[in-house]
């Protein structure tokens, strides 16, 4: 069974390019910051990567935490946001080049369907 509805996938497959992504730093304070991500080959994980990446604090956070989360979202005309947050467990890979992967642990969406309304705050 997948970690994404059948939405969230249709969601996840189209050209959105950018999310934001949330690890912990050593100093135990959350550090967000905006990535470029896709649908890992098998449309189960999120695989997210960049220049210079291993060199990054977020793939730092990664490694000594194997935790992460990511939203990917956008807004349609009038106001209309569609979202999806990913969190799971994470790997910080190296070979054959430097990403993180992300293995959903738990996936809430919203906006996806029509009528579907926004989720709590907490």
Same mark, same amino acid.
């Given at each position: 069974?997948?970690?994404?509805?059948?939405?969230?996938?249709?969601?996840?497959?189209?050209?959105?390019?950018? &999310?934001?992504?949330?690890?912990? &730093?050593?100093?135990?304070?959350?550090?967000?910051?905006?990535?470029?991500?896709?649908? &890992?080959p098998?449309?189960?994980?999120?695989v997210? &990567?960049?220049?210079?990446?291993?060199?990054t604090?977020?793939?730092?956070?990664?490694?000594?935490?194997?935790?992460?989360?990511?939203?990917?979202?956008?807004?349609?005309?009038?106001?209309?946001?569609r979202?999806?947050e990913?969190?799971?467990?994470?790997?910080?890979?190296?070979?054959?080049?430097?990403?993180?992967?992300?293995?959903?642990?738990?996936?809430?969406?919203?906006?996806?369907?029509?009528?579907?309304?926004s989720?709590d705050?907490?």
């Open positions: 069974m997948s970690a994404f509805t059948a939405a969230e996938l249709d969601f996840l497959r189209t050209a959105r390019l950018l &999310g934001r992504l949330a690890t912990v &730093g050593s100093d135990g304070m959350p550090h967000v910051t905006p990535v470029g991500w896709s649908l &890992g098998d449309e189960e994980t999120i997210i &990567g960049g220049r210079d990446f291993a060199a604090r977020k793939f730092r956070d990664v490694a000594r935490t194997h935790q992460a989360a990511i939203v990917i979202d956008e807004v349609l005309p009038p106001w209309r946001p979202a999806i990913i969190r799971g467990h994470a790997e910080a890979l190296t070979d054959p080049e430097p990403r993180i992967v992300i293995h959903p642990t738990r996936v809430i969406s919203w906006g996806l369907d029509e009528g579907s309304a989720p705050a907490g």
